[in-house]
Nanobody
Framework: QVQVVESGGDLVQAGGSLRLSCTAS????????MGWFRQAPGQEREGVSC????????YYTDSVKGRFTISRDNAKNTLYLQMNSLRPEDTAMYYC??????????????????????WGQGTQVTVSS
C-alpha cells in the first residue's frame, strides 16, 4: 500500500522561509518523478514544482522560480521543497504527489494533476503580511 505523507507546514511572516518534507512508502521511490502542488481557498489546485526520478531535472511554475527549490533524497525516500522569500499569496495547502513516470518530455506535464498516481493529505502553509 502506497503512502505519501507531507510535513513542515507552518505559519510564517512574509519574507521568511520554510522547508516542506514528503516521505513516500510502498513504492520504489527512485522510479517515481515527484511533484508539489498547492491549493488556496476558493482556487483550483496548481502545480508548483516537479523533479525527475533521479533528481537531476526539476521544473517550476513561474511564480516560484528563484524562490523555491525542490530536491529529493532517494536513500531516504524523501522529497523536499525549500521555500524562501515567502509571500502572502503563497498561502495554501501544499500537496506532495508521486508519478509512475520518471520524467516528462514536455516539462509542463509535470505540473498537471493527471500526471500523478499517488497523493498525500497536504500540509498547510500560511504566510502573514
Amino acid at each position: 500500500q502506497v503512502q505519501v505523507v507531507e510535513s513542515g507546514g507552518d505559519l510564517v511572516q512574509a519574507g521568511g522561509s520554510l522547508r516542506l518534507s514528503c516521505t513516500a512508502s510502498g513504492l520504489t521511490f527512485d522510479h517515481y518523478a515527484m511533484g508539489w502542488f498547492r491549493q488556496a481557498p476558493g482556487q483550483e489546485r496548481e502545480g508548483v514544482s516537479c523533479i525527475s526520478a533521479s533528481g537531476v531535472s526539476a521544473y517550476y511554475t513561474d511564480s516560484v522560480k528563484g524562490r523555491f527549490t525542490i530536491s529529493r533524497d532517494n536513500a531516504k525516500n524523501t522529497l523536499y521543497l525549500q521555500m524562501n522569500s515567502l509571500r502572502p499569496e503563497d498561502t495554501a495547502m501544499y500537496y506532495c504527489a508521486a508519478s509512475s513516470r520518471r520524467w516528462w518530455f514536455r516539462l509542463l506535464e509535470g505540473l498537471l494533476e493527471g500526471a500523478y498516481n499517488y497523493w498525500g493529505q497536504g500540509t498547510q502553509v500560511t504566510v502573514s503580511s
